[in-house]
């Protein structure tokens, strides 16, 4: 056996050592290459949707001036200078204010009632049946439809509009979260299960962080028909407590025929959309979905 071995070992080819110099640096290639000025302009998400914002603006006051009829389609700079004399009076930012406030009552009181069906529904078999039948027969049904039932039931005020809102926020929040729940996968259901977690604490502790990119799809899509159905409330409800809000002022606008005072309710409604997209729930998407490696 001996020699056998010693004869394997002579047939095995051994590979010569290679001993290499050390290189200096400047004897690599380019190993990181200097971005240019507009590569580092263009990377600049601010910067690229800014652009496109000022071709629209170029683009409606291009058309406008072509319409060259205000009473269908003012200027671009016609509606600025109704904007900055509603803003300067403080009509405007009252009537912002007005719409917020409601807004922000209806919007968390529809949140909340959305996370309580939706634990409840990933916690008991009662509570599925239960939002998936709410869902299929109430999330179709327009939430201005309701407005009619909504005065009837709560009079001329402002508990009429929450109404309305909460049902506009409720269903497509619930509907998001319970999936996000259910596509949480089982692997992290059993880790918190290990460490003794069940019901809520797994809830809070588990399924909220795991299905948080959901949850947060819903509470833009919740906002963006909140927003929407408010306002379209109040160009049919008027003023509610005797304040009105950016409903009403353009619904004013538009019996004087101030044509540039309408755009420029509307692009008040615009303005908040991008601060509220673009600030608040980008912020809370950096800090939350981003950091933890969920999105890119």
């Not at 998400?45 to 652009?51: C, D, F, H, Q, T």
């Not at 908040?272 to 969920?294: A, K, Q, S």
């Amino acid at each position: 056996m001996s020699d056998v071995a010693s004869d394997l070992a002579s047939d095995v080819v051994r590979r010569p050592e290679i001993i290499r110099p050390a290189q200096r640096g400047q004897d690599f290639g380019v190993v990181e290459k200097a971005l240019t000025l507009p590569e580092r302009l263009y990377n600049q998400v601010w910067l690229r949707k800014g652009a496109l914002l000022v071709v629209l603006a170029l683009a409606w006051e291009a058309y406008a001036r072509h319409l060259d009829n205000p009473l269908l389609v003012p200027t671009f700079t016609d509606t600025l200078a109704a904007w900055w004399d509603a803003v300067s009076s403080g009509v405007l930012p009252q009537r912002a204010w007005a719409s917020l406030q409601v807004l922000a009552v209806g919007f968390g009181a529809g949140v909340v009632l959305a996370g309580v069906l939706t634990v409840l529904a990933i916690t008991t078999r009662i509570g599925t049946d239960f939002l998936e039948t709410m869902t299929a027969m109430f999330n179709p049904l327009p939430a201005i439809a309701l407005l009619p039932l909504a005065m009837i039931w709560f009079g001329l005020g402002i508990g009429s509009l929450v109404f309305v809102l909460i049902h506009s926020v409720l269903w497509a929040v619930a509907l998001n979260t319970h999936a996000g729940f259910r596509g949480v996968s089982q692997t992290l259901r059993m880790v918190g299960r290990n460490y003794g977690l069940s019901g809520l604490r797994l809830v809070f502790r588990i399924l909220i962080p795991a299905a948080f990119p959901s949850i947060l799809a819903g509470l833009k899509i919740g906002w963006a028909f909140a927003w929407r159905t408010l306002i379209a409330a109040e160009l049919v409800f008027g003023v509610a407590s005797g304040k009105g809000g950016l409903g009403w002022f353009i619904f004013e606008s538009k019996n004087e025929l101030d044509i540039p005072s309408v755009f420029a309710g509307l692009l008040t409604i615009i303005m908040i959309g991008l601060v509220v997209e673009n600030v608040v729930f980008r912020t809370l998407e950096n800090r939350t979905i981003r950091r933890w490696g969920m999105q890119h």
